[in-house]
């Protein structure tokens, strides 16, 4: 009884060491490995970059790469951008913090499929937004926000904004005011305090926030169906990597593709990490204390 008891860790946080370690490899590592292995077996034998060779020079798979990076990138420099004044004017506790933060919660647990849902209720060719037009004749030609690419970016928006909003709050309000209404006294104006202090100490959040973002937009599947054009301006990659698993049965293009679309987006936040860095060095935030 001696033996086992001091076999045993002593730190209680040592328990949790490898449960988390087995949780980490059963849910990411063995899934991402065994995606990897898979895309070099190709269904048809052949080389082991078969797959990837069929992917680069296919021209109905390659495409897919930049129609999702046409929508991921204008979704996440609106929903990045859009939020600062937003979070800037809201920056101080207040009833309206709280009410819009409320609000903006409603679409993230809605989420995509419902979003969608609603926007073919609301925005479709006959719903509440085209017939108001059409009767106030303030626009006569047909509205077209549904079935098009217009329709894919404006869900994104829909479902990211709150994402991206909640997270660049969080960074605004750990900045010190103090900073600001010291460099007022030495008359700094608002536009030179927002870029003399505000935006260097926001630059860590604002490219974390944008790195979440993109990477939410490119995964984009439900809207690109529902309120795109799947077999045109919308076939994006994860729709390329469902017709290959579940239309061809091809299991191990879907993961060649998957493995493309994780390649794609490790290089875009690579590079805007790097960019972070050449941009500004220091703390996250200033302390309010």
């Known amino acids: 009884m001696t033996m086992l008891t001091a076999s045993l860790p002593r730190d209680p946080k040592a328990w949790l060491v490898t449960p988390a370690l087995l949780c980490i490899v059963a849910l990411f590592v063995y899934p991402f490995a065994y995606g990897l292995v898979l895309s070099f077996q190709p269904l048809n034998g052949g080389s082991a970059w078969a797959n990837y060779l069929q992917f680069f020079t296919d021209a109905t798979l390659w495409p897919t790469v930049l129609v999702t990076l046409k929508l991921a990138v204008p979704a996440t420099l609106i929903n990045v951008l859009a939020s600062i004044p937003v979070a800037f004017a809201l920056r101080r506790n207040s009833p309206y913090q709280k009410l819009v933060t409320t609000l903006l919660v409603i679409p993230v647990t809605l989420g995509t499929v419902l979003i969608a849902d609603g926007m073919l209720t609301y ?27 217009w329709g894919v970016l404006i869900s994104l928006v829909i479902s990211g904004y709150p994402f991206a909003f909640l997270l660049i709050l969080s960074y605004v309000t750990g900045i010190d005011p103090t900073l600001a209404r010291a460099a007022a006294t030495l008359g700094a104006s608002p536009w030179e305090q927002f870029r003399r202090i505000y935006l260097p100490l926001l630059v860590p959040g604002l490219t974390m926030a944008a790195c979440l973002s993109f990477v939410q937009a490119f995964s984009v599947f439900p809207s690109a169906v529902l309120l795109g054009v799947p077999a045109g301006a919308t076939r994006v990659v994860s729709i390329a990597a469902y017709e290959a698993a579940f239309e061809s049965y091809d299991y191990s293009l879907a993961s060649t593709i998957a493995v493309v679309m994780g390649f794609v987006q490790l290089l875009i936040v690579a590079a805007m990490l790097t960019a972070r860095k050449a941009f500004y060095s220091g703390p996250v935030s200033g302390g309010k204390g």
């Not at 925005?123 to 690419?149: C, I, K, M, S």
């Open 123 to 149: 925005f479709g060719p006959n719903g509440w937004l085209p017939q108001a037009l059409h009767a106030t004749h303030l626009y006569t030609d047909e509205v077209r926000l549904t079935h098009n690419y």
